[in-house]
C-alpha cells in the first residue's frame, strides 16, 4: 500500500467516524448534528447578549434570577417560550418578546438543555470541542423538548 493509499484510507475512516455514515443513519446525522449545533450555538450568542447579565455566563443563575441548569427546574419548551416572552407573573424577569422572536428564544433554549443536561461544558460552543474547536452534540441528543 501506498502512502498516498493510507493517507486516503484514514480520511474516510475519520470521515466515517465524523459524520456517521452508517446505513442505520446516514448522511441525515451529520446534517441534524450541524443544525443542533447551529441552535446552540445562536442560543449561546442570545445568552450573551441577553440573558447572562441576570443568570449568569453558564446559566448557573446569580444574585438576581435562578440557575437555569439545575434539572429539577427544567421547564418544556412551552413554558420556557411564554416565560421568556412575557417574562415571569411575579414581575422579576421583565418580558423578553419585543427583542426576541420565538425561533431565537427557542435557541436560547437549546443552549440552556444542552447546559442542564451536561452536554456542553461552560464557554462557547466554537472552542469546547474536540482541541479547542467547536462542540460537538452528542448521538441522539437532544430527545424531544
Known sequence: MTLRMLLLAALISIAWIVFDYSPAHGVQ?????????KNVYNGWKWWHVYCYRCHGMNAVGGNLAPNLIDPNGRLPLNDFLNRVRYGSPDGSMQPWNKL??????TQLYYYVQARTDKVLPPGR????GPKGGPWIPPKGWPKKF
Request: net charge negative; hydrophobic share 30%; aromatic share 6%.
Open 125 to 128: 460552543p466554537d472552542e469546547v
Open 29 to 37: 446525522t451529520a446534517t441534524a448534528s450541524s443544525e443542533v449545533y
Open 100 to 105: 426576541l422572536d420565538d425561533k431565537q428564544i
